[in-house]
């Protein structure tokens, strides 16, 4: 994974390498000049990586979000509607094509193809949500007067799409977040928050990349990410929430 893997990607420019092979005169051949100046790169690259090695590189990005809820009576509370994780989940990724239950509080995710950089990644992520209440366990910035809370949290995953080549050495990923209702009097709101952040130890042919560079890039990749499970957040679930309240209503009827 060292020199073949640094090479490729390198910012050369044209004719960089092989500029001066038509030198004539200099005690050397254009073969023996090329050699150098190619482990010139390849140490420089190796040089960089082994400075990264003992500090990874870690991106981060937190949405919130906090809307209107309508859940005044007649009809089932956002309480009720977030005791059944199964739906909850099937709203925010309705793609069955791409979630698998593993057991009654966790589903594995295929998601979307991420581009960063000139690589396409394909994250695989094993989703735990759990109910929370009483103020028992909540995550962090939930009042404890809010009734249940619904988890996220990532507890496993894995990278598709990326050659051995371009594997980090150390990948760490978390997903975490939090969706209630909080209410004041007569008035509701859904709120909740989402953190996404990934550390790893770059492989040899990203080292030459500037820190910069690959932190803007990185953090805009997961800003767009958690963007579109707010979204699905704001329109999915909500949707699904009015049509579970008028189930509600429905089997009331029938009683």
């Not at 790169?41 to 040089?47: E, G, I, K």
């Not at 992520?125 to 109910?131: A, G, P, T, V």
């Not at 910069?212 to 909500?238: A, P, T, Y």
């Given at each position: 994974m060292g020199e073949v893997g640094a090479v490729p990607f390198l910012p050369f420019r044209q004719g960089f390498l092989f500029s001066s092979s038509?030198?004539?005169g200099t005690g050397t051949s254009a073969k023996e000049r090329v050699g150098k100046r190619w482990q010139r790169?390849?140490?420089?690259?190796?040089?960089h990586h082994l400075q990264r090695q003992q500090n990874p590189s870690t991106f981060s990005s937190t949405i919130s979000t906090d809307?209107?809820?309508s859940e005044s009576p007649p009809g089932a509370s956002f309480d009720e509607y977030l005791s059944n994780r199964a739906r909850v989940f099937q709203a925010m990724f309705p793609d069955k094509h791409r979630s698998q239950r593993l057991n009654n509080e966790e589903w594995r995710i295929q998601m979307l193809p991420l581009d960063f950089l000139f690589l396409s990644v394909r994250p695989v992520?094993?989703?735990?949500?759990?109910?929370k209440s009483e103020g028992k366990d909540y995550p962090p910035g939930v009042p404890p007067r809010v009734t249940r809370v619904l988890e996220l949290q990532a507890i496993k995953w894995?990278?598709?799409?990326?050659?051995?080549?371009?594997?980090?050495?150390?990948?760490?990923l978390c997903v975490k977040g939090a969706l209630y209702s909080d209410r004041r009097g007569i008035h509701s709101r859904l709120r909740g928050q989402l953190e996404m952040s990934i550390s790893c130890i770059l492989p040899p042919a990203l080292s030459l990349i500037p820190e910069?560079?690959?932190?803007?890039?990185?953090?805009?990749?997961?800003?767009?990410?958690?963007?579109?499970?707010?979204?699905?957040?704001?329109?999915?679930?909500?949707s699904d929430f009015r049509e579970f309240r008028r189930e509600s209503l429905k089997i009331q009827g029938r009683r």
């Open positions: 038509s030198r004539r790169v390849v140490v420089t690259a190796n040089s809307i209107p809820l992520i094993d989703m735990r949500l759990r109910c894995e990278l598709q799409g990326l050659e051995n080549v371009l594997k980090p050495s150390h990948f760490a910069d560079v690959l932190k803007g890039v990185s953090e805009s990749v997961l800003r767009r990410l958690v963007e579109r499970m707010k979204q699905k957040v704001n329109e999915s679930l909500l």
